[in-house]
């Protein structure tokens, strides 16, 4: 049983960044298309980028092209996002998933979720 556990969220500043990681235990995500998605609060969870193992496949919400970025750490076998220019709007609970089905971009295609790290960002 694949488990991914996030790391870095925590309290910034606008303008700021941070750097997120997602790392998986029990099994490997090697063949999974990794996900990053959020969930503000009294809002749906949205996509906001994935990524092959191969880190070949890469895709993003279009509204956070150009701040955020998502990459593979091969060294840690983990999945990072870094987001710069951190916004008040992008206050949320952050989650990885892996699916199996590479660009998936919706929530139901994907089979293994973290348990969210939270970030927030203040003005």
């Known amino acids: 049983q694949v488990q991914l556990v996030e790391s870095g969220g925590g309290l910034v500043q606008v303008g700021d960044s941070l750097r997120l990681s997602c790392a998986a235990s029990?099994?490997?995500?090697?063949?999974?298309?990794v996900g990053w998605f959020r969930q503000a609060p009294g809002k749906e969870r949205e996509f906001v980028a994935g990524?092959?193992?191969?880190?070949?496949?890469?895709s993003y919400a279009d509204s956070l092209k150009g701040r955020f970025t998502i990459s593979r750490d091969v060294t840690e076998s983990a999945v990072v996002l870094q987001m710069n220019s951190l916004k008040s709007e992008d206050t949320a609970v952050y989650y990885c998933?892996?699916?199996?089905?590479?660009?998936?971009?919706?929530?139901?295609?994907?089979?293994?979720w973290g348990q969210g790290t939270q970030v927030t960002v203040s003005s």
């Open positions: 990524i092959s193992w191969t880190g070949r496949q890469i």
């Open positions: 029990g099994g490997t995500v090697s063949n999974y298309f």
């Open positions: 998933a892996a699916s199996a089905m590479d660009w998936a971009q919706a929530g139901n295609e994907y089979r293994y």
